[in-house]
């Protein structure tokens, strides 16, 4: 078995080809926003004002090595704006977010807006003309300009996090000539079209665009040499390459950066795309192809598929950070082709050279890295069979070739575990945690050789036919024979189930003097089907299961539980049970408060009387439970109640002590009047006391008052509730001392009408 061991895990898929012309993409490209694959091209806007789209390829690549990137974009279909960026970011941001869109195009702050994650370039395709000003809080534009608007322009902005940063390098003028524009022979507008206009694909037509991206790292400096050229035609059958910037680009770099693009749309609009999208290393000088050694006689057997994998020892990478990408097959030395033609064949390595049919077999790579398998066909026992091969590492360099020997052996018969003491057949075993199980090696064949793994971990010094299993896990054993092909095993699994959850009630108490109870009750989830409980008394007693309904003791007693099948007790639980010596009494009384009323017998209860519930229960009591009867309660202990209405009413105490025992008790109130009407016998209007003459009344909502003389003259009339009363006098003047009649005409709160009339005595 061969072993690969690479510490580190760098870029992998470069050169990273994406020419979306078969609407689909690898699983490294991640979009966002409007973007999406549209009839063979990447679109990142529609003809749509305020849309944005953007992708990143997310594989990093060493900026020891620079990049170099191509691409198609298509700019047309719209009134023009706003633009498309292509850009660099730190590889290593925790968070991946585009800038501010609009004259922005993602990539530079706008106003509030933070600009891209850990920018470390952005080239600005500007259709409109604001990506090289200072409008929207970006920092720098064309000298001179200001906020003034620049289209057609070619801008590059520096690196920026958050709301800093982005500032203006360097820009160009497509339509104009000049220091910073083009010469007349070599201008071109961004956009290949107008409203209307579509796709332009071919070379010689115009409105082709092409864009060529290089970052050479700069040997004198902490950034790179950046080239920017652009193959455009303005008129037809004639293609231009024209170089836009070649340039010092001298900010240090951080250790990876990965690719992306974006493209926004203002208050006007274009559709954006690209198209055949190529990156790859710039510095091809600085890497070196990888080389692999013939590897010699590694065994392979019959009958089984053989794994192997590509070591250190069988392979240099002498790039940085290098790793392989691919393995690929061939039949001869002949056979193996120069990946010199179509440079995203070479990126993806070629799917036709991953599996290898032979005769004697068949080989084939694994999608990534160096490891492969050989599944040898019968009838080569002890033959030999031999494959060559080439390494491709993530920066597509591939080595020259190298063979594969492998000697053909003769496969074992089948292995298989037995556990001793256990029925035959059994892949499984249940056991308390520490204890042994004895697994065997067990076949048709003398094996020579064996390897034990627990969970896919070879065991240390396990070169034996047998093992003691102790802890949990799927134990696999590898024989082999004695031309060292291996068989392996099904797997055993040793399972140290876990304790069920033992939750009892504590304290568990009996609230009836002389009570048994039956602990089962109170276990949560008690399932004697497929635990088995035991319970310990305060005398040290055992009782198992059932045993435990009958418990009549106070005290402190554990609780364990096992699984049926198993012999091991869990932790012991404590737990009280308390068994009352005295029965919980609930009681009360009531009055109208603070007046000794209870009934008829002491006057009477009405109905806005405030009654006072007075609880007489046991001192234990930790909850009260009042239900007044007419729909009403309250937990207070000492609840104070108004019925307002007449009647006969059940009160219900339910009381709960600290131990949670219950007890009720249930007693009757009558409230039987409704009103009070009570009448002096006289009056001295003369005094200060006792000046007026009315009733005194209680439950009376309506009143008239009605005196006369004895002759039947009316001397005075009120319907005033809240009257005084008669004062004595008619038009001022006293009246004599004597007899005098009253009348009245009342209605009670509940509705009763009430009349009554008598005579009084008027004293002067």
């Not at 699984?563 to 009384?589: G, M, Q, R, Y």
Request: with cysteine; proline share 6%; charged share 20%.
């Amino acid at each position: 078995m061969l072993s690969f061991i690479n510490g580190s895990v760098a870029q992998v898929g470069f050169p990273y080809c994406e020419r979306f012309t078969d609407n689909s993409t690898q699983s490294a490209t991640v979009f966002g926003g409007s973007a999406r694959i549209v009839d063979g091209a990447l679109r990142l806007t529609d003809a749509i004002n305020e849309q944005n789209g953007y992708i990143y390829i997310d594989i990093p690549f060493s900026s020891a090595y620079g990049i170099k990137a191509e691409f198609e974009y298509f700019s047309y279909g719209g009134n023009g704006a706003d633009g498309i960026v292509a850009f660099l970011f730190d590889a290593d941001t925790p968070i991946f977010n585009t800038g501010g869109f609009g004259g922005s195009l993602g990539y530079a702050q706008r106003g509030n807006q933070v600009g891209l994650s850990r920018a470390y370039l952005g080239i600005g395709f500007d259709e409109y003309g604001n990506f090289g000003t200072t409008q929207e809080g970006k920092i720098g534009g064309f000298p001179g300009i200001g906020e003034s608007l620049v289209p057609n322009s070619i801008v590059i902005r520096g690196p920026g996090s958050g709301l800093s940063g982005y500032a203006f390098v360097v820009g160009r003028k497509t339509m104009l000539p000049g220091n910073d524009g083009l010469r007349p022979s070599d201008q071109f507008p961004i956009s290949s079209g107008g409203l209307g206009t579509s796709r332009v694909t071919d070379p010689n037509l115009p409105g082709y665009r092409k864009v060529f991206l290089d970052l050479q790292p700069d040997p004198n400096g902490d950034g790179y040499f950046l080239t920017v050229r652009m193959l455009v035609s303005t008129e037809a059958n004639n293609p231009r390459m024209v170089t836009i910037f070649d340039r010092p680009y001298d900010f240090p770099a951080p250790p990876n950066l990965k690719i992306g693009f974006t493209a926004s749309t203002g208050g006007l609009n274009n559709i954006h795309e690209i198209r055949n999208l190529i990156v790859e290393v710039s510095n091809e000088d600085g890497l070196a192809n990888p080389e692999g050694i013939n590897i010699d006689d590694k065994a392979s057997c019959e009958g089984q598929e053989n794994t192997y994998e590509i070591t250190a020892a069988e392979a240099t990478l002498p790039n940085e950070n290098s790793s392989i990408r691919c393995l690929q097959f061939y039949g001869s030395l002949e056979d193996i082709q120069a990946e010199e033609g179509d440079i995203c064949s070479q990126a993806r390595c070629r799917p036709e050279n991953r599996v290898l049919v032979l005769p004697q077999g068949t080989f084939r790579a694994a999608d990534t890295g160096g490891e492969f398998t050989f599944f040898p066909n019968i009838g080569f026992t002890d033959q030999t069979v031999q494959v060559y091969y080439t390494i491709t590492d993530n920066y597509g360099k591939t080595s020259s070739g190298n063979y594969i020997k492998l000697l053909i052996k003769e496969s074992p018969e089948p292995v298989s575990i037995v556990a001793v003491g256990v029925e035959e057949n059994t892949n499984e075993i249940r056991l308390c945690a520490g204890a042994p199980v004895i697994l065997k090696a067990v076949g048709e064949e003398v094996y020579v050789k064996f390897e034990w793994y627990r969970d896919d971990i070879l065991i240390p010094n396990s070169d034996l036919p047998q093992i003691s299993a102790i802890l949990p896990g799927t134990y696999k054993v590898i024989a082999y024979n004695s031309k060292s092909c291996p068989t392996e095993s099904e797997g055993f699994t040793l399972i140290n189930p876990a304790f069920p959850s033992l939750v009892i009630t504590n304290p568990v108490v009996g609230c009836e003097p002389g009570m048994t109870l039956d602990i089962r009750e109170f276990i949560s989830g008690h399932d004697d089907s497929l635990y088995d409980y035991q319970l310990e008394t305060p005398s040290g007693e055992i009782l198992l299961n059932e045993q435990m309904a009958q418990i009549a003791l106070s005290g402190d007693y554990l609780i364990r539980v096992k699984h049926k099948d198993l012999t091991c007790w869990s932790e012991p639980v404590p737990f009280e049970v308390i068994i009352v010596e005295e029965v919980l009494k609930a009681n009360f009384d009531f009055e109208v408060d603070g007046t000794g009323v209870k009934g008829d017998e002491e006057g009477g209860i009405f109905p806005d009387d405030p009654i006072k519930f007075t609880d007489l229960s046991s001192e234990e009591v930790v909850s009260w439970s009042w239900d007044f009867g007419d729909g009403n309660s309250s937990t207070e202990q000492n609840p104070i109640h108004i019925y307002g209405v007449k009647g006969v009413f059940q009160i219900v105490l339910t009381i709960t002590d600290n131990l949670g025992c219950v007890a009720e008790i249930t007693k009757e109130l009558s409230i039987t009047k409704s009103y009070r009407v009570m009448f002096p016998t006289g009056f001295t209007p003369t005094l200060a006391e006792n000046r007026f003459f009315r009733p005194k009344v209680r439950g009376i909502a309506q009143m008239e008052i009605l005196v006369f003389n004895l002759w039947g003259n009316m001397l005075f009339r009120t319907d005033d509730l809240q009257t005084e009363g008669w004062d004595g006098k008619v038009n001022g003047e006293l009246m004599p001392g004597g007899n005098y009649v009253y009348r009245v005409k009342m209605v009670s709160i509940d509705g009763e009408a009430v009349e009554q009339s008598g005579r009084f005595l008027l004293i002067r």
